[in-house]
């Protein structure tokens, strides 16, 4: 028996993009076989729904009514509904796992926290962060930027992606043994095509976020669901990127290591 959760996806009230009702996702979802559900909308530093002027509680309050109605919604069919968000950095994105509304009203210094604090403060939580399609590549991002020293695993398949981008996370998270996840990326349920939906797939229901959060840390068994034949793309076909670490303590961006080209499989590195 295995349970399937969505670890990705957005309500049209907590983010600016979003399409969906909270209630609207979790019936869609109910109706796709999944158990459960987290909601992940765009936080401060990206494409929130909110208003920055208005006072920290009356944000948090907004922010959250994607999150409470799905969770509503989702009591009354069945389908578990956890509590994320998505905080945008330079383009880098990071999925928090764990941490509640609650946590978010006591801590409103939340959104100039770099990475490195973001990471230290969710873990004392007993959270977890992943890093977001690591190797999109959009108009919106002006280069790719890895933070692997910001998160506790990386998105390895995202339906948001060009399948390519996700070919060169697949081989980013081997070089480096990284704990992977995968997620729709859902702003629209009225539109999402359940033949690419992805997700998670647990030999256990969740209890909480912190749960989640708990397996990622532990390097639990979270198994990324990815359509069939999602990752066979020709590599020879995928255009050269340029990849950046990020390294907040040094504060320049620096090239990842001289030799490997992630858009390479990673046996063909020395070559
Ligand atoms: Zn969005
Ligand atoms: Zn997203």
């Known amino acids: ?11 049209c009230q907590g983010s600016a993009c979003g399409r969906s009702t909270g209630a609207e996702q979790a019936r869609f979802y109910h109706e796709m076989g999944y158990a459960g559900i987290i909601i992940t909308d765009h936080f401060t530093g990206g494409n929130i729904a909110v208003p920055k002027d208005l006072p920290w509680r009356e944000r948090i309050d907004r922010f959250c009514a994607g999150y409470e109605e799905a969770l509503a919604e989702g009591q009354k069919l069945g389908l578990d509904v956890f509590f994320g968000w998505e905080q945008n950095y330079d383009g880098d994105e990071y999925l928090i796992y764990g ?20 990471l230290e403060e969710v873990h004392k939580a007993g959270g977890a962060v992943i890093q977001a399609h690591p190797f999109r590549n959009r108009d919106y991002i002006r280069y790719i930027l890895l933070g692997l020293k910001y998160c506790d695993g990386i998105e390895v398949a995202n339906t948001g992606n060009k399948p390519d981008f996700d070919l060169s996370a697949k081989h980013y998270a081997e070089a480096y043994g990284l704990l992977t996840t995968a997620g729709s990326d859902n702003h629209n349920c009225a539109t999402a095509n359940p033949a690419l939906l992805m997700g998670v797939e647990l030999p256990r229901r969740l209890e909480s976020a912190f749960d989640y959060a708990r397996m990622i840390r532990s390097r639990g068994p979270i198994r990324p669901v990815i359509p069939r034949g999602w990752l066979d793309v020709d590599v020879n076909a995928v255009p050269h990127t340029p990849s950046y670490w990020i390294d907040e303590d040094r504060r320049d961006l620096r090239r990842v290591p001289t030799g490997i080209d ?5 046996d063909r590195q020395s070559t």
């Open 1 to 11: 028996m295995s349970f399937l959760y969505e670890t990705h996806m957005h309500t």
């Open 99 to 118: 941490p509640d509304k609650a946590w978010l009203l006591a801590h409103p210094d939340i959104e100039h926290w770099t990475r490195q604090r973001q």
């Open 262 to 266: 992630f858009l390479l499989p990673v």
